[in-house]
Structure formats: C-alpha cells, structure tokens
C-alpha cells in the first residue's frame, strides 16, 4: 500500500494570471502558499483483480475506463493501471467548492502514489505538468496552473508562468520569524458556502481579454508580495490583500456577493488589514491579515463562522507510507 499527502494551498496574489489566456501575451505571476491542510491518497493491489474508488461515493467497476471520477480514472489511464487496483481519499477539510485547490491536490498527490506504486517515482515539477496535461489539457477544466504547482511543491512561493508555458517555482526566502508572524496574523473562516467553481472560472476565463490592464496589475502585486515578505514588512502585505481583493472582484460578477461582502467589511471595520476569498470566490474560506491586537474583536464579529487555524505547509506532496 502505498499512501499520499497532498497540501491544499492559499493564494495571495496573482490568480488569474495562471490562465494561459494571460501568460501567452507576457506572463503570469502568483504568490501563495500550501497550507497544513491535506488530501490523502491511499493506492493498494486489489485481490479480486477489479477496480475499486472509495471518495464521497464508492464505484466498482471492471477496468479504469469505466470510472465516473474523472481526475481518477485518467490518472489511472495515463499510468496505464487499467486493473487490479484500489484507490481512496480522505480530506481534512471539505473539497469542492471551497477555493483550496482541492481537485488538482487529490491529482498531484494520487500520480504521485501511482508513480510509486509502479516504482517510478517523478520530480515534483513532473508531477505539476502531469497534473496539468490532464485537468488542462485532456478534461478541459478552466482553471489556471498554480493549484497543481503548489500541491506538487510546495512551501511560500512566487511561482512564474512564462509565454512558452514553461513554469518557475521560487521558494521565498524569509526568515523563520516572518513565518511564525504570517502564521499567527493569518485567520481562516469557512463561509458555509460551496459553489462551482467551473462556473465562476468560465467567466472569468471568457473576461480576460477585457480584463488585461486589472490582471496585469495582479500580477504585479505578486512581484511586490515577493518583496515585501523578503522584507518581512506584513504590515504592508496585510494592506495589499486588501488593494488584492478590490481588485479580484473586478474580474467577473460572481467572485463576490452580499454575504461575503458583509463578513468581509465586520472583518476590516474590527481591525482586520485586509483578506481575500480563496480559490475562484463565490464561498469557500475566507482568509483575513489581522494583528494580534484585533483578533479577538474580529473572532467575535465573525463568531457565526467555523475557523479554520493554519500554518504554512513546507513539504509538498509527499509519500507518508509505504509498504
């Protein structure tokens, strides 16, 4: 048996500009983080020679192309498992729909398992192009490519996507103490609401021609982050989340909504820097920079909502067992 763990990450700056649509015409730019929060793939041999997918929903099935999970059945085809196998995952936190990249992690981390489990073990940037060539290229998602990158990678990193479609990943160097700062000042709420992803991205997809001047400045926000937490200034990146998000909600009409704009501004009007609604936006968690000294006053505003503590994930996707 063989087992995965896969982080879920946080963007911060940038999304959107993962979006080939952008980085052909120049290039995109992200900076994020994975998170302590983590999708777990277990891959065995099955006895009985069939195929077996426990996730939400168990299917059985006779041969990998038979299976109604896409991410799983393509990654099984394209190892070319077609038989005798058993996979199954398990969240730490809900997946869809909540902006933590979850689909491209329950990818990343099961080639991941798959290449080990054929005892060909890939690099993590293989792992991320993989991941990509099917949710991008062979599904058709309308996703962008930092999600597979970050889960693959991991750590705090500015991550590059060129005009080529190459892609750079940069670690961030900070110190240990910026770290543990950005950890303590960073507070996770959960909406309580879910929504399709797919749809928000379309239309943000089809938006990005008219959209070029906004990204580019998202873009360029990421290049600032980089600088800023090189600095360890976090009282200026609590204030560009806030010039982030003003910006993100201009890229399509459902990134945000009444809900999200109410617990967002008890969040600002209780001491809170500035925050953003990971992943496409529309639900999902809602991430604030705040100091130690408003942190109370913002819990109590936000007390209807379920938090969510997180510390930064170094390690990427990894294998935790084998045997």
């Not at 290039?27 to 998170?35: D, R």
């Not at 890939?122 to 792992?127: A, G, H, M, Q």
């Not at 058709?140 to 693959?152: L, N």
């Not at 945000?256 to 501004?265: A, F, R």
Request: proline fraction near 2%.
């Amino acid at each position: 048996m063989i087992i995965s763990r896969t982080p879920f990450r946080i963007s911060f700056f940038g999304g959107g500009t993962d979006f080939r649509d952008f980085y052909k015409a120049d290039y995109g730019a992200v900076l994020g983080t994975t998170i302590d929060k983590y999708m777990y793939v277990s891959v065995n041999k099955k006895f009985e020679g069939n195929v077996r997918v426990s996730y939400s929903k168990t299917e059985v099935v006779d041969e990998s192309s038979q299976i109604k999970h896409e991410l799983v059945r393509e990654a099984l085809l394209a190892m070319q498992l077609y038989k005798g196998i058993e996979v199954v995952t398990i969240a730490d936190v809900p997946g869809a729909g909540t902006g933590l990249g979850s689909s491209s992690s329950t990818l990343v981390g099961l080639l991941n398992a798959l290449s080990y489990y054929l005892h060909l073990p890939v690099e993590k940037e293989i792992l991320a192009k993989m991941a990509c060539d099917i949710e991008i290229g062979k599904l058709g998602s309308p996703i962008g490519k930092q999600d597979q990158y970050f889960a693959a990678c991991g750590g705090l990193c500015y991550i590059r996507f060129n005009s080529d479609d190459s892609v750079r990943v940069e670690r961030i160097e900070v110190l240990d103490s910026t770290i543990n700062e950005l950890e303590n000042n960073l507070l996770c709420f959960f909406t309580g609401f879910r929504q399709n992803a797919s749809n928000i991205l379309r239309e943000q997809k089809g938006n990005i021609p008219s959209k070029m001047e906004i990204l580019t400045e998202m873009r360029n926000q990421a290049e600032a982050g980089r600088r800023v937490l090189a600095k360890g200034d976090l009282t200026e990146f609590g204030k560009m989340l806030h010039q982030g998000w003003l910006l993100k909600k201009k890229l399509a009409n459902s990134i945000s909504n009444d809900n999200i704009e109410s617990y967002y501004e008890k969040a600002l009007k209780n001491g809170a820097s500035g925050g953003k609604i990971s992943g496409a936006g529309g639900g999902g968690f809602l991430t604030l920079y705040c100091e130690p000294e408003y942190q109370k006053r913002v819990r109590e505003a936000l007390s209807g909502l379920q938090e969510m503590a997180l510390k930064v994930d170094h390690y990427g996707s990894m294998i935790i067992h084998m045997n």
